[in-house]
């Protein structure tokens, strides 16, 4: 567990010195897609409502909360829901 609360730690403070100059790039637009690959590429794609309701809603679900990615050094993309540091708090509640 203590692993954990350094590592991702860190994943906060790396966010925070980068966080102003990617918030622009990473902030989603209305009628847009954004997938994730596990290399960690990340694709943009504009849709229109008729392809989000036919095609795209049938399988999506609403998130219930923060959603924490990280990429391993083994070069494989991780993903995890918020959880419980060490601290008592939430780690998506500290940013």
Do not use: F, Q
């Given at each position: 567990?203590?692993?954990?609360?350094?590592?991702?730690?860190?994943?906060?403070?790396?966010?925070?010195?980068?966080?102003?100059?990617?918030?622009?790039?990473?902030?989603?637009?209305?009628?847009?897609?954004?997938?994730?690959?596990?290399?960690?590429?990340?694709?943009?794609?504009?849709?229109?409502?008729?392809?989000?309701?036919?095609?795209?809603?049938?399988?999506?679900?609403?998130m219930?909360?923060?959603?924490?990615?990280?990429?391993?050094a083994?070069?494989?993309?991780?993903?995890?829901?918020?959880?419980?540091?060490?601290?008592?708090?939430?780690?998506?509640?500290?940013?």
């Open positions: 567990m203590r692993r954990w609360s350094i590592l991702l730690a860190a994943v906060g403070l790396a966010t925070l010195a980068t966080a102003p100059a990617v918030a622009a790039e990473m902030m989603m637009k209305k009628g847009e897609t954004v997938m994730m690959m596990p290399n960690g590429r990340i694709d943009r794609v504009m849709h229109t409502d008729k392809m989000m309701s036919e095609t795209m809603m049938k399988n999506a679900k609403p219930d909360g923060c959603v924490v990615m990280m990429m391993g083994d070069g494989k993309m991780y993903m995890m829901n918020d959880m419980k540091m060490s601290n008592g708090k939430m780690a998506c509640a500290t940013h």
